[in-house]
């Protein structure tokens, strides 16, 4: 990609090994309780938004285009961290994770796109589908894109084919 085009910063944060970017004490792909209130965002996403402060106040961000993406655990903490913060993100892209519900109405002014792969065996496709039909319920800005014949690595086909960036970048808080 072109800098000019896409002139931003991009951070790739990793969770240590059984850590969560979302606060459940247990992997929620693997829970049929969607609506679990936890009453915090965990240490690793406590870190996220630290860090995306930290470059807010150091570095000359634009503060109405900051966004969110993450595929798998890091699909949930992107449906997290927005329902947590939305007043810090301007779009998200949540890749074959899932949401908490007890939470997610706090993001549908969020623009999200959605994907998932058809025959993920990790994380269910009705999460993403679900989180989907939620928000578009409420607002109409949501989209999302499901992976026929695509498993688990669906970023795979978000990456490869790379035209939500184009979506991610139009997007503004204001």
Not at 14 to 26: G, L, Y
Not at 79 to 88: M, T, W
Request: charged content about 25%; some cysteine; hydrophobic content about 35%.
């Amino acid at each position: 990609m072109k800098k000019k085009k896409f002139n931003s910063y991009v951070i790739f944060p990793q969770c240590q090994v059984n850590n969560r970017w979302s606060s459940e004490q247990k992997d929620p792909w693997l829970s049929h309780d969607e609506n679990i209130i936890v009453s915090d965002i965990s240490l690793y996403g406590k870190m996220v938004i630290k860090l995306i402060e930290y470059l807010i106040k150091e570095k000359n961000i634009d503060t109405d285009r900051i966004y969110l993406a993450g595929l798998s655990m890091g699909g949930y903490g992107t449906f997290e961290l927005v329902s947590r913060r939305p007043d810090l993100f301007a779009a998200a892209v949540p890749i074959c994770g899932g949401a908490n519900f007890s939470i997610l109405n706090n993001s549908i002014n969020v623009p999200h796109w959605i994907f998932h792969g058809e025959l993920d065996r990790v994380v269910p496709v009705h999460k993403s589908r679900d989180a989907f039909n939620y928000l578009r319920n409420k607002k109409s800005h949501h989209k999302y894109t499901e992976f026929k014949k695509v498993y688990h690595n669906s970023w795979e086909n978000v990456f490869e084919d790379g035209k939500f960036l184009n979506w991610l970048f139009s997007k503004s808080k204001n």
